[in-house]
T-cell receptor, first 113, second 116 residues
Framework: NAGVMQNPRHLVRRRGQEARLRCSPM?????VYWYRQLPEEGLKFMVY????????ESGMPKERFSAEFPKEGPSILRIQQVVRGDSAAYFC???????????FGPGTRLTVL | AQSVTQPDIHITVSEGASLELRCNYS??????LFWYVQSPGQGLQLLLK??????LVQGIKGFEAEFKRSQSSFNLRKPSVHWSDAAEYFC??????????????FGKGTKLSVKP
């Protein structure tokens, strides 16, 4: 039973480029959460999605960031026009429903040059 | 405001010694709590969880934690630490109600070093 998968594991972008991070939840899980981890910090919630719906995006920056979880395929976190401050580890977690334990993927480490 | 505090940034213990990592939370709604462990460059692995019932919960790798509502705490313990336990440990809190949609709030983590 595969766990949560994220790709790429490492992503390098130059300032102004776009970054696309992918997350495939565990089999049977339809709830996906994205978190960001800055150096020396804990994880900060960004967005919570179900299939084709954004449930809570209260942690998402207002500009340049978007997320989707289509009916088919992985969840995507998209960062447009990246800046150096976007460099961080981005983790995806999935759960079978709200208010459940969340299972985390290995993360995508984004470096913006 | 909702928050999770892990007062100890870095702890060093000798192998075989006991361990307690502290976690305090501030949450208006009924909380549920987790401890996760993260090795360098890796994702988070769930150690244990508390939703309701017995306030002393057992987890993997010999860890346990006790939920104390009166102290708003959920401290992690292990009676005898192994060198492989060296990692960073995160306490996380979720809540049913209180405006929460199911996301977790994390502490800043405690880095554990183990001396031989």
């Amino acid at each position: 039973n595969a766990g949560v998968m994220q790709n790429p594991r490492h992503l390098v972008r130059r300032r102004g480029q776009e970054a696309r991070l992918r997350c495939s939840p565990m089999k049977g899980h339809s709830h996906v959460y994205w978190y960001r981890q800055l150096p020396e910090e804990g994880l900060k919630f960004m967005v919570y999605l179900q299939k084709e719906n954004i449930i809570d995006e209260s942690g998402m920056p207002k500009e340049r960031f978007s997320a989707e979880f289509p009916k088919e395929g992985p969840s995507i976190l998209r960062i447009q026009q990246v800046v150096r401050g976007d460099s961080a580890a981005y983790f995806c977690a999935s759960s079978p429903g709200p208010y459940n334990e969340q299972f985390f993927g290995p993360g995508t480490r984004l470096t913006v040059l | 405001a909702q928050s999770v505090t892990q007062p100890d940034i870095h702890i060093t213990v000798s192998e075989g010694a006991s361990l307690e990592l502290r976690c305090n939370y501030s949450y208006g709604a009924t909380p549920y709590l987790f401890w996760y462990v993260q090795s360098p460059g890796q994702g988070l692995q769930l150690l244990l969880k508390y939703f309701s019932g017995d306030t002393l919960v057992q987890g993997i790798k010999g860890f346990e934690a006790e939920f104390k509502r009166s102290q708003s705490s959920f401290n992690l313990r292990k009676p005898s630490v192994h060198w492989s336990d060296a990692a960073e440990y995160f306490c996380a809190v979720g809540a049913v109600g209180g405006g929460s949609q199911g996301n977790l709030i994390f502490g800043k983590g405690t880095k554990l070093s183990v001396k031989p």
